[in-house]
Nanobody, 119 residues
Framework: HVNLVEFGGGLVLAGGSLIVSCTAA????????MVWYRQAPGKEREFVAR????????SYADSVTRRFTISRDNAKNTGYLQMNSLKPEDTDIYYCNAVLITTPNFSYWGQGTQVTVSS
């Protein structure tokens, strides 16, 4: 049974920082790439960042480049999204997504965690 559990998030003032994590139970750590998305109610889900299964390749949405950092600790089977210089427009529900290397059309989702940035 596969379960992605997210921690972190919360309320922060603009300019502040938060970190969210995603632990994947039931998956081998190097069997998936990890992707973070975010979504506000009534809006489409938006790509935020991606990290390869080994952690050596990352990519970011233009809106978060140089502010957010994606990382992972394969020994803990956990991915992280460090968010700095947060803006009110970063307010969203953040979801982690584990995309299987062998079957890229199949993935698992975390439950989502709310990030709220107040001005």
């Amino acid at each position: 049974h596969v379960n992605l559990v997210e921690f972190g998030g919360g309320l922060v003032l603009a300019g502040g920082s938060l970190i969210v994590s995603c632990t994947a139970a039931g998956l081998t750590s190097r069997s998936y790439n990890m992707v973070w998305y975010r979504q506000a109610p009534g809006k489409e889900r938006e790509f935020v960042a991606r990290i390869s299964n080994s952690g050596d390749r990352t990519s970011y949405a233009d809106s978060v480049t140089r502010r957010f950092t994606i990382s992972r600790d394969n020994a803990k089977n956990t991915g992280y999204l460090q968010m700095n210089s947060l803006k009110p427009e970063d307010t969203d529900i953040y979801y982690c997504n584990a995309v299987l290397i062998t079957t890229p059309n199949f993935s698992y989702w975390g439950q989502g965690t709310q990030v709220t940035v107040s001005s």
